[in-house]
C-alpha cells in the first residue's frame, strides 16, 4: 500500500478509523503523581506525529511498519522504548522514503505515546461472538445454563445479563460463582472449563450480544489503580503473589510473570487457576474472594499498573551498558562530554530525570548521534527492555559527583 505523506484522504481515513475503533476505550484513571503518561492524549499525538500513516492500530492505519496493537512489545515502558529505539534507525529510512519529517518530541509527548502503546493492550481485541456460541456448547454452559431457547436450568439463565454488559463484569460473576459452580460441574462428571489464548473473549462477545436487560450503570472495565491495591492485600492476594517482590511466592510473582493479553485474558488465566488457589487458600485458612462492584477491575487496574514501571533497572550494570555499548566514547565515562564532533556533557541533562524524559532527549538526537556513529563505523546501540531499563537507572542516578569520582555516589 502507499502511504501518502502527512495530506492526502489515506492517512486522514486511516486516522478517522482508528478514532473511531478506540473512542470506546476509557482507559483507567491516572492519579496525578504516578508519573505514567495520559494513554488518551497518547492517542492523539500517534496522530498528530503521523505515526499512524505508517503503523495501524489492530488493522486500521498504515502498513509501512508493524500493527502496534498486534505486536509483542506490551511488556513494560522499557519494552516499548527500547523496541521503538532499536527500530529507530530502519524507521528513519522510512520516513526518508515517504518523506515524512521524523517526529520530534517535546514535554510529555512521549511519556503519553508509550502509555497509549502499553494501555492499547490493557483492553480485548474485539471478539467472535460467532466462536462464543460454539465455546458456550464445547464448554458445557448450556447443559446448566439457559441462553435464548435453549439451554439447562441448574444455573441462573444467563440471558439476564444486562447487554453490552463488560466482560470482566462477567469474569467477576463467574469467579464469584466459581466455588459453587465447579462443585455441580463435578457432580455431573463434567470436566472444568479451562480458557486458552481468546477463547474467554469470545465466549463473553456471545453473552453479551444475547442479554436482553438494559443495564442503566455501565460497568466499567477500567478501575482504580490505588483502591486496586488495597483490595489485593485485604482479600489475601499478596499472601501468595508478590508484584516485583524479593522472595519466592506460593503463586507466581505477578509482576514478573509472562502475563501476555489483556485484562478479560487475565481473569480467563486466573479463572484457569481456581481450582488449585482454591486448595491453597484453604490450606492456609484464607477465606475465598468475592468481588462486589468494581472489584476485579481495580486489582487487575493495579497489576498492570505496576507493570508499566517493570523491574527496577540497576545502575551499576547501567554503568557497564553504557560502556559497552559505546555512549562513553562521545560522551565521556563520567558524561562530562567530549567535545565538538563528538558529544555534549549530559550528565545534568539526564541526572534526576524521568526515564520517559531521557528517552525522549535520546530519541530527539538520535538522528544526529546516528550520523556520528557512522561516522566513526559504530554499531547503532540496540538494547534489551532489561539492559535499557540498567541504563536509564545509571543516566538519571549513578553518576559520580566529579570527573574521577567514585562512580555510583
Ligand atoms: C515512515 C514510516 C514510520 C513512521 C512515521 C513511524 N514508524 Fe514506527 N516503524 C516503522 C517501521 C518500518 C518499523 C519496523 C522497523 C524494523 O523492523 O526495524 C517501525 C517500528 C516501530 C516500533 C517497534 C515495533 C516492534 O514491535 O518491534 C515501534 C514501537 C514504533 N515503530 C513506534 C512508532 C511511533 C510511536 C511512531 C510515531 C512517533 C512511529 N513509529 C512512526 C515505520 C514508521
Ligand atoms: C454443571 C452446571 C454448570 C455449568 C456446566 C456451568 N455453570 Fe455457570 N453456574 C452454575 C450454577 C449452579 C451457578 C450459580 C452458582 C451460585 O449460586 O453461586 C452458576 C453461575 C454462573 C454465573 C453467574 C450468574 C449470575 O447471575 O450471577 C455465570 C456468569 C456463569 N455461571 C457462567 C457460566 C459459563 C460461561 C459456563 C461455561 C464456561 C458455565 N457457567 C458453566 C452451573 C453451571
Ligand atoms: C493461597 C494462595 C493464593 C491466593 C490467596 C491467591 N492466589 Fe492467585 N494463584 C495462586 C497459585 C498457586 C497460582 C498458580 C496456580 C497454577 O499454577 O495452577 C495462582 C495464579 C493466579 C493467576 C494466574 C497467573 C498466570 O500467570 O496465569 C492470577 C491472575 C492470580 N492468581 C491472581 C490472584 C488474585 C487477584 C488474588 C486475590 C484475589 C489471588 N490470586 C489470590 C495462589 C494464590
Ligand atoms: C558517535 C557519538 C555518540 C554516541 C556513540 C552516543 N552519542 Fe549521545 N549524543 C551524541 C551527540 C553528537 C549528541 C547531540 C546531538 C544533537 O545535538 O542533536 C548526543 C545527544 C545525546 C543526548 C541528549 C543530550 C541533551 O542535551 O539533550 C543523550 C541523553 C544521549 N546522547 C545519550 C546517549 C546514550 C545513552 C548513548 C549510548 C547508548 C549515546 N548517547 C551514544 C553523540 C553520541
Known amino acids: 500500500m502507499r502511504y501518502e505523506p502527512r495530506r492526502g484522504p489515506r492517512s486522514w ?44 492500530v489492530r488493522g486500521h492505519g498504515g502498513r509501512v511498519g508493524p500493527d502496534l496493537g498486534r505486536t509483542p512489545a506490551k511488556g513494560s515502558f522499557f519494552e516499548i522504548a527500547a523496541r521503538m529505539w532499536n527500530h529507530s534507525g530502519m524507521m528513519g529510512e522510512k520516513m526518508q522514503e515517504f518523506r515524512t519529517p521524523r517526529p520530534v518530541f517535546e514535554d510529555d509527548d512521549l511519556s503519553h505515546l508509550t502509555a497509549f502503546l502499553y494501555f492499547l493492550n490493557y483492553f480485548d481485541e474485539p471478539g467472535d461472538p460467532r466462536i462464543g456460541k460454539v465455546l458456550f456448547t464445547e464448554k458445557h454452559c448450556v447443559q446448566c445454563h439457559q441462553l435464548g431457547d435453549e439451554g439447562g436450568s441448574e444455573g441462573p439463565g444467563l440471558d439476564e445479563l444486562p447487554r453490552g454488559t463488560s466482560p470482566l463484569r462477567i ?114 485458612d484464607i477465606e475465598f474472594p468475592v468481588f462486589a462492584e468494581d472489584d476485579l477491575a481495580e486489582i487487575f487496574a493495579y497489576l ?42 549530559i550528565r545534568e541533562t539526564t541526572a534526576g530525570e524521568s526515564k520517559e524524559h531521557i528517552v525522549q532527549r535520546m530519541w530527539n538526537h538520535a538522528p544526529e548521534m546516528g550520523k556520528r556513529m557512522v561516522h566513526k563505523q559504530l554499531d547503532w546501540p540496540r538494547f534489551t527492555a532489561d539492559e535499557l531499563a540498567d541504563l536509564l537507572a545509571f543516566l538519571a542516578g549513578g553518576w559520580s559527583q566529579e570527573p574521577g569520582g567514585e562512580l555510583g555516589r
Open 13 to 56: 481515513a486511516a486516522a478517522a478509523a482508528l478514532v473511531a475503533a478506540l473512542a470506546v476505550l476509557s482507559p483507567p484513571p491516572l492519579a496525578a503523581d504516578d508519573g505514567i503518561g495520559d494513554p488518551v492524549r497518547g492517542q492523539s499525538l500517534f496522530v498528530a506525529k503521523g505515526c499512524v500513516g505508517c503503523h495501524a
Open 171 to 284: 469474569a467477576q460473576d463467574l469467579w464469584n460463582h466459581g466455588p459453587a459452580m465447579i462443585t455441580s460441574m463435578r457432580r455431573r462428571g463434567l470436566t472444568v472449563p479451562v480458557f486458552n489464548g481468546d477463547e474467554i473473549i469470545d465466549l463473553f462477545s456471545y453473552l453479551r450480544s444475547q442479554g436482553r436487560r438494559r443495564s442503566n450503570r455501565e460497568f466499567q472495565s477500567a478501575g482504580d489503580p490505588e483502591r486496586g491495591k488495597l483490595l489485593f492485600e485485604s482479600n489475601g492476594c499478596q499472601r501468595c503473589h508478590q508484584v516485583f517482590g524479593s522472595e519466592p511466592g506460593i503463586g507466581p510473582d505477578l509482576g514478573r510473570s509472562e502475563l501476555r493479553g489483556s485484562v478479560t485474558q487475565l481473569a480467563g488465566r486466573m479463572w484457569n487457576h481456581l481450582p488449585a488457589m482454591s486448595e491453597d487458600m484453604k490450606a492456609l
Open 304 to 345: 498492570f499498573f505496576s507493570r508499566y514501571d517493570g523491574e527496577q533497572g540497576d545502575a551499576e550494570r547501567g554503568r557497564v551498558q553504557f560502556e559497552a555499548k559505546g555512549c562513553a566514547a562521545c560522551h565521556g565515562l563520567y558524561g562530562e562530554g567530549r567535545g565538538v564532533g563528538m558529544g555534549p556533557a
